[in-house]
């Protein structure tokens, strides 16, 4: 979980991921996404 919080950060100027309902999408170039879950 750690690598793809560290990824959303790096990601976030270029307004390529969503966070909703703390649940996170992230785009990447190639249109392929990730989807995630913000654990509190």
């Known amino acids: 979980m ?3 919080v560290l990824l959303l ?3 976030n100027s270029m307004k390529l991921w ?3 309902d703390k649940n996170v999408r ?3 170039e190639d249109g392929t996404y990730i ?3 913000v654990v509190d």
């Open 26 to 28: 992230l785009i990447l």
């Open 18 to 20: 969503e966070y909703v």
């Open 9 to 11: 950060e790096r990601r």
């Open 2 to 4: 750690g690598h793809i």
């Open 35 to 37: 989807k995630g879950r």
